[in-house]
């Protein structure tokens, strides 16, 4: 066999465990799973009904276009029918766009501790990944565009940025794309951007009739609560959105996902109290890390970036037992945590958990 040479070493992305498997291993009777940014309350009960009305026409192909959800998404967001693809989770939207622009040996510069999903699809493409050290957990623009070359493709900014949470602010943003040059690709990463509160937070769909560079991706696997269906998309200048396209396979997104999406992104009741009661659960966790003297990155989406200043991977493990699942392991931030906030009840029982591991 004679693979890619440039694939060969690359390695298989390790899921968190199930939950399912986590209880059956340590006899468990309940796991409570605060690593993926899930939304807690599910999702709109709108959902269940559209599902219901195609469970009749599960044979049938998916309409690869996705015309009735473009239509209602672009109707939403105030774009052209034309600027908008959806791919099988934003995931594939980031691998379409690689798969679109990056040739080997193609540059592309992303922050050192952002979304894996970048650079492991760059990687797979055999472009050059430029890792630009965050400043204070944000992403340093200015060093991102001095790493600029003519041989730069994409620079990814992960906004709010995950794991970290923090937001770069509209401001920079602007000065930083006023600065980029025009033969480089920006896509805006706003997987969060329906929880963000914070007023110096702009949303990337309004800056695209002046920025012709600019891709911004969005998902309905977070807020929207539709991670198992897989379905995300990304928003740009018609002519990105067509290059993007040309890369895309028929049928990438399911005839369940389409109509879930579209019932979901109309319950505005739903996202306006789920983006009240993550924020709720923001102001408890801050108040508990306060009181336990634990730093943390301001969090602007749906999870929170502390510093529990011992290793993260032995505080993951002291969780686990107690049957709490979360993240760490993060490279440049060898003691931090990174959970997702839960209902009142999960973050209470992830509290106690967390004080006990610490006491320990
Ligand atoms: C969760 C997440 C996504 C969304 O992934 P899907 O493939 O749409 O489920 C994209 N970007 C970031 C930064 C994320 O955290």
Redesign the pocket.
């Known amino acids: 066999m004679r693979p890619k040479p440039h694939i060969v070493d690359l390695p298989v992305y390790q899921p968190g465990k199930p939950i399912e498997e986590v209880k059956r291993e340590l006899g468990l009777d309940e796991v409570i799973k605060l690593a993926s940014?899930e939304n807690p309350y599910g999702s709109s009960s709108s959902v269940a009904e559209a599902i219901q009305a195609e469970l009749s026409q599960l044979s049938l192909y998916p309409d690869g276009s996705s015309a009735e959800l473009t239509t209602v998404l672009a109707e939403h967001l105030g774009v052209e029918r034309n600027q908008i693809i959806f791919g099988c989770?934003?995931?594939e939207v980031i691998a379409l766009i690689t798969r679109a622009f990056i040739l080997p040996q193609d540059e592309s510069i992303m922050a050192d501790q952002t979304?894996s999903v970048y650079k492991s699809n760059v990687d797979i493409e055999g472009g050059v990944s430029i890792e630009v050290p965050l400043k204070d957990g944000v992403h340093d623009l200015d060093a991102m565009l001095a790493a600029v070359t003519d041989n730069t493709k994409i620079i990814w900014i992960?906004n709010p940025n995950?794991p970290t949470g923090t937001i770069v602010e509209h401001d920079n943003l602007i000065s930083f794309l006023n600065q980029v040059p025009a033969h480089v690709l920006v896509v805006l990463?706003e997987?969060y951007c329906e929880f963000v509160t914070d007023e110096n937070y702009s949303d990337g769909i309004s800056l695209l009739n002046q920025y012709p560079n600019l891709v911004v991706?969005r998902?309905f696997?977070?807020i929207y609560g539709l991670?198992s269906l897989?379905i995300?998309y990304a928003v740009a200048n018609a002519q990105s959105i067509t290059y993007i396209n040309q890369v895309r396979e028929p049928f990438n997104t399911s005839r369940i996902a389409q109509a879930a999406a579209k019932a979901a992104l109309t319950d505005y009741d739903f996202v306006e109290s789920c983006r009240t009661k993550n924020q709720q659960g923001i102001e408890y966790l801050y108040g508990q890390f306060d009181e336990l003297g634990l730093e943390y990155y301001p969090a602007n989406g749906n999870f929170i970036f502390v510093n529990i200043k011992s290793s993260g991977l032995d505080m993951f493990q002291s969780l686990l037992k107690q049957g709490i699942i979360i993240r760490a392991g993060f490279g440049k931030y060898p003691n931090y945590i990174r959970v997702s906030v839960g209902t009142p009840e999960q973050n209470e029982k992830f509290i106690t958990a967390l004080k006990h591991a610490l006491a320990q």
Do not use: E, P, V, Y
């Open positions: 940014n989770g934003s995931d979304f992960c995950n990463d997987a991706l998902t696997s977070k991670a897989r995300g």
